[in-house]
């Protein structure tokens, strides 16, 4: 039997077969799943069922430090960031989400919350402006308002919604999803985390064909399994420009005749963002000093 994994517990999945849901343990030892994975289920009465089999993933969303990595969602066409006028969020963990997404290609989405709060709109849309200018969506809204905004952009995809504690992701899914409060409820109190604030991410259906993903609350986006020419590639406004170097090993460092370090002084390439660059491939590089698996 085919199914979907809503959620992931660590030792045990949240399978939806089409006919109901499941509880999945995987056979093999060490099998890891994501909440979006398609697996072939042998189902073992009272609701349970053996993971038998994963089907090729069209995308993987994971984040990863020196010694660690973590599955996010598979199988995703978008990715929706949620940032808002208040509390300040970090354009750095913008960057990261943004570098996962291309590199797996799937499809960014920026969600301004919290318009209403207008205050902190210019300075938010300020710092928005650079990835706006690289085409990616900005969508402002206010989850207490007006979420319904979001759903077109989301109806019939499969997308997941990230972003820092306190920027309105688990609004946002409350609302557009009928009884996804409940769900959740559920879950703590079987898990009894005691916690109202989402420890865990859950896929729930959206439209005829979709899903969409709420996820706990973001702080750290590792991507210590990025190489550095995938990062290079990653951000998209780089892509002209890679391989025109003049040395072919370029690390657009200091070298001269770096295309790159000429595109930000020209201001081809914004510089914030080639700070965010930098900043991700020093820490990409110091996890790999830290851990030489990688
Ligand atoms: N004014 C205003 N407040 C909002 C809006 N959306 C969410 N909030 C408030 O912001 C706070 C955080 O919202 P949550 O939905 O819990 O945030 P979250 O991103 O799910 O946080 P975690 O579960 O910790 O990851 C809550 O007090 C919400 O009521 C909005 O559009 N406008
Ligand atoms: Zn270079």
């Avoid at 697996?39 to 984040?63: D, F, M, N, T, Y």
Wanted: charged share 25%; with cysteine.
């Amino acid at each position: 039997m085919r199914g979907r994994v809503t959620a992931a517990f660590g030792r045990h999945y949240e399978i939806d077969t089409g006919k109901g849901l499941l509880q999945g343990y995987p056979r093999g030892k060490k099998s890891v799943f994501a909440c979006g994975d398609e697996v072939e289920i042998l189902p073992q009465g009272e609701g349970q069922g053996a993971i038998v089999e994963l089907h090729p993933r069209r995308s993987l969303l994971w984040r990863s430090d020196a010694f660690r990595e973590k599955l996010i969602a598979a199988n995703l066409s978008h990715i929706a960031i949620v940032v808002a006028t208040e509390p300040g969020f970090s354009d750095l963990l913008l960057s990261r989400c943004i570098a996962a997404a291309e590199s797996q290609g799937i499809t960014p989405l920026i969600i301004l919350n919290k318009s209403d709060l207008s205050a902190g709109l210019p300075l938010a849309r300020e710092r928005l402006a650079p990835f706006v200018a690289l085409g990616y969506q900005l969508i402002e809204l206010s989850a207490l308002e007006g979420a319904e905004k979001l759903r077109p952009w989301l109806e019939n995809r499969h997308s997941i919604l990230v972003g820092q504690s306190g920027m309105g992701k688990s609004t946002l899914t409350n609302a557009l999803i009928p009884g996804a409060k409940a769900a959740t409820r559920e879950i703590s109190t079987a898990l009894d985390t005691g916690k109202h604030t989402t420890t865990f991410a859950r896929l729930y259906p959206l439209g005829e064909d979709g899903w969409m993903i709420d996820s706990p609350g973001l702080q750290a986006f590792g991507l210590a399994h990025l190489g550095e020419e995938e990062l290079a590639e990653a951000f998209v406004e780089f892509r002209p420009f890679l391989g025109q170097c003049r040395f072919r090993d370029c690390r657009h460092e200091a070298e001269p005749g770096c295309a790159i370090l000429a595109s930000v002084a020209s201001g081809e390439i914004n510089v914030r963002r080639f700070e965010h660059y930098r900043s991700i491939k020093a820490e990409i590089a110091e996890a790999r000093r830290l851990n030489p698996g990688w």
